[in-house]
């Protein structure tokens, strides 16, 4: 079992940084991929990916819209993994949640088996 805890959204004007941090419970965080996702506001707004960190932390993977602002990072010791979020934009405004998943990495919400409870994030144009 692996209990996920999001912190560190919160209102920014574009243009702005945010850091969002995840901590994990559980001693074998570091043998999960770690995704981040996020949901943003409105009917039909299916949960996407943001990005993924293998394991070992020697994978990465962004999709194009957040690719060169964002930056993925974890730290096994720590049970952490982060998101720094850089030239946010108003379309970036969503409820961010990490997740954690048993195989590789995945960009594919149902692979994942563990999720926090999301954080606000909300860029003002």
């Known amino acids: 079992q692996v209990q996920l805890v999001e912190s560190g959204g919160g209102l920014v004007q574009a243009g702005g940084s945010l850091r969002l941090s995840c901590a994990a419970s559980?001693?074998?965080?570091?043998?999960?991929?770690m995704g981040w996702f996020r949901q943003r506001p409105g009917p039909g707004k299916e949960r996407e990916v943001v990005?993924?960190?293998?394991?070992?932390?020697?994978?990465?993977y962004y999709v194009d819209s957040v690719k060169g602002r964002f930056t993925i990072s974890r730290d096994n010791a720590k049970n952490t993994v982060n998101l720094q979020m850089n030239s946010l934009k108003p379309e970036d405004t969503a409820v961010y949640y990490c997740a954690a998943s048993r195989i590789y990495g995945s960009r594919r919400p149902y692979e994942y088996d563990y999720w926090g409870q999301g954080t606000q994030v909300t860029v003002s144009s």
């Open positions: 559980g001693r074998t965080f570091s043998t999960y991929a």
């Open positions: 990005g993924y960190i293998s394991w070992s932390g020697d994978f990465i």
